[in-house]
């Protein structure tokens, strides 16, 4: 397994945007998609996106797509997620995953990740 370790959250107004970068250690890195999941207030974990292990790949939930891009550089071990137009709903923990297949999915099933970061906090002020 991998260590992940998330950075890059913190407070943006409405309409900003934000880059969480998710460094991970340890082997096989490039060889697993790698996902991006939330938790806001309330609210129980949730798919934001996926990304394949080559970066070819990538599937967004709905209420994202067009806003967040995922990216990964394999030479650095690092997915990116960059996220524009961010709006008070965005606000949350944002946390990266390591899959346990190679292939993106579109199976949001947080038991499809066998490696998480500790998460980073992004807020949106509206």
């Known amino acids: 397994q991998v260590q992940l370790v998330e950075s890059g959250g913190g407070l943006v107004q409405a309409g900003g945007s934000l880059r969480l970068s998710c460094a991970a250690s340890g082997r096989g890195f490039n060889l697993r998609a790698m996902g991006w999941f939330r938790q806001g207030p309330g609210k129980e974990r949730e798919f934001v996106g996926v990304i394949s292990a080559g970066g070819a790949t990538t599937y967004y939930a709905d209420s994202v797509k067009g806003r967040f891009t995922i990216s990964r550089d394999n030479a650095k071990n690092t997915v990116y997620l960059q996220m524009i137009r961010l709006m008070a709903e965005d606000t949350a923990v944002y946390y990266c995953?390591?899959?346990?297949?190679?292939?993106?999915?579109?199976?949001?099933?947080?038991?499809?990740?066998?490696?998480w970061g500790q998460g980073t906090q992004v807020t949106v002020s509206s």
């Open positions: 995953a390591q899959s346990r297949r190679a292939a993106a999915s579109t199976n949001a099933d947080p038991d499809e990740y066998d490696s």
